[in-house]
């Protein structure tokens, strides 16, 4: 088994599974760098392709995933200027892992929300 347990803030902050995946496996990360697989796209497209997120967070979250080096954010000073995002190799490579898991959640939605409700009856 991988090594999940952190005794301290310390480990925590220190333990790549808890660094990375916190930072990727997120509502809007995911679907954001899901939303650039098929290319670069303008944030205004990037908005209408996740759709429900504000744009303080898709700001935030475009920020965070620039930081970690899964997308790049250029600008054309125009006029107009315009401003795009394109995911780097380590971007698509997560992309990658994450198609599996969009299928698998797509696939089994259905015993999800079945599960759900047969617990929330019990409960």
């Given at each position: 088994m991988?090594?999940?347990t952190a005794l301290t803030v310390e480990e925590g902050k220190l333990c790549p599974i808890r660094n990375v995946l916190s930072?990727?496996?997120?509502?809007?990360?995911s679907l954001?760098?899901?939303s650039l697989e098929d290319g670069p796209l303008r944030f205004s497209a990037v908005k209408r392709t996740v759709g429900d997120i504000t744009q303080r967070v898709l700001t935030e979250n475009l920020r965070a995933l620039e930081r970690d080096g899964y997308l790049t954010r250029t600008v054309d000073p125009g006029p107009p200027v315009a401003v795009s995002y394109e995911l780097t190799g380590p971007g698509k490579d997560l992309v990658e892992?994450?198609?599996p898991i969009v299928s698998w959640a797509s696939e089994n939605f259905d015993q999800v929300v079945a599960a759900r409700k047969s617990?929330?009856?019990r409960a």
């Open positions: 991988l090594q999940v930072n990727v496996f997120g509502k809007w990360q954001i760098l899901l892992v994450l198609k617990y929330d009856a």
